[in-house]
């Protein structure tokens, strides 16, 4: 509801959070973008035995979230583009130059975070089944 009512840098929760200049919501989302993926992309591939070794396995996992991160960050740009003069409020960047770079950073870490709290939980339950 939040994310629907304003803009990524419009959320009055996140105003100046821990001294910040910017707001920072948009970066929660892209958290998220890494740590939901993981796990989904993490189950494809193990039930669908695409690759054997838990190294590979979370190599590949991260790569996918990399790249579907990356993917919405060409989108983004695309749909700015295509706005013009709303470009900016759009994409949220608030003067930040490495915005794009730091998104994907963090859905990166979202990934990353997924398989280390979350891998022997879902293996657990991948055994039940």
Request: glycine fraction near 10%; aromatic fraction near 10%.
């Amino acid at each position: 509801m939040i994310g629907g009512h304003y803009t990524y840098a419009e959320v009055p929760l996140f105003d100046n959070l821990w001294g910040s200049e910017r707001n920072n919501y948009d970066k929660v989302g892209h958290f998220v973008q890494g740590f939901v993926p993981a796990l989904i992309a993490r189950e494809i591939l193990i039930r669908k035995q695409v690759i054997n070794g838990q190294g590979w396995l979370n190599v590949l996992v991260v790569l996918i979230c990399l790249g579907i991160s990356a993917l919405y960050e060409l989108i983004e740009w695309w749909v700015a583009l295509a706005s013009g003069e709303g470009a900016e409020a759009f994409l949220g960047t608030q003067g930040y130059m490495w915005d794009t770079q730091s998104d994907m950073a963090l859905a990166m870490v979202g990934a990353i975070s997924a398989l280390i709290l979350l891998t022997k939980l879902h293996d657990k339950q991948l055994l039940k089944q």
